[in-house]
T-cell receptor
Framework: DQQVKQNSPSLSVQEGRISILNCDYTNSMFDYFLWYKKYPAEGPTFLISISSIKDKNEDGRFTVFLNKSAKHLSLHIVPSQPGDSAVYFCAASESNAGNMLTFGGGTRLMVKP | DVKVTQSSRYLVKRTGEKVFLECVQDMDHENMFWYRQDPGLGLRLIYF???????EKGDIPEGYSVSREKKERFSLILESASTNQTSMYLC??????????FGPGTRLTVT
């Protein structure tokens, strides 16, 4: 039973437009959420995170939104660039579980020039 | 700048072989993790370690074991490799805060 789900396996967006990647979770004990980006043949790299005490966190072109009541988070990339093409994983953790992360299945983003 | 290295990028082994995957981090992190990544399943935690000689099972520990004799090194061992262990293996390390830093991965093929 996946506690973190990314229901869209892939997403295609035109360069310059907004990319919205979605993630749902079921464990209400999760209180910290992260997004990782992964290029082929490389390890995932940390992108942005959000604590459950906030509903939005912004870093340059990347913004993460958290809707606790819906148990939903999303990553917005504006404007999208071809170099953003990668697989994006959302991950969640709970304070009482140390530093363990539970990952979603990933969404492959393709940004077309 | 955190660096996590893995001993091999690509590995091909035969069914029944014992396989060692090595991971080294240079940031004195307490926590180290081994994941496997399979299409559509994301990253699944195999084992983790929060200190030297300490280890805990993750979500899918069957068929694997680990060793952490030194703080900077965390080894994943496949006692008797099977074809369903063909996968991308990712090592990560982290300090007590949340972000984990990943190595480049080892693509293991078991034939």
């Amino acid at each position: 039973d996946q506690q973190v789900k990314q229901n869209s396996p892939s997403l295609s967006v035109q360069e310059g437009r907004i990319s919205i990647l979605n993630c749902d979770y079921t464990n209400s004990m999760f209180d910290y959420f992260l997004w990782y980006k992964k290029y082929p043949a490389e390890g995932p790299t940390f992108l942005i995170s959000i604590s459950s005490i906030k509903d939005k966190n912004e870093d340059g072109r990347f913004t993460v939104f958290l809707n606790k009541s819906a148990k939903h988070l999303s990553l917005h990339i504006v404007p999208s660039q071809p170099g953003d093409s990668a697989v994006y994983f959302c991950a969640a953790s709970e304070s009482n579980a140390g530093n363990m992360l539970t990952f979603g299945g990933g969404t492959r983003l393709m940004v077309k020039p | 700048d955190v660096k996590v290295t893995q001993s091999s990028r690509y590995l091909v082994k035969r069914t029944g072989e014992k396989v060692f995957l090595e991971c080294v981090q240079d940031m004195d992190h307490e926590n180290m993790f081994w994941y496997r990544q399979d299409p559509g399943l994301g990253l699944r935690l195999i084992y983790f370690s929060y200190d030297v000689k300490m280890k805990e099972k993750g979500d899918i520990p069957e068929g694997y074991s680990v060793s952490r004799e030194k703080k900077e090194r965390f080894s994943l061992i496949l006692e008797s490799a099977s074809t369903n262990q063909t996968s991308m293996y990712l090592c990560a390390s982290s300090p007590p805060v949340r972000e984990q830093y990943f190595g480049p991965g080892t693509r293991l093929t078991v034939t």
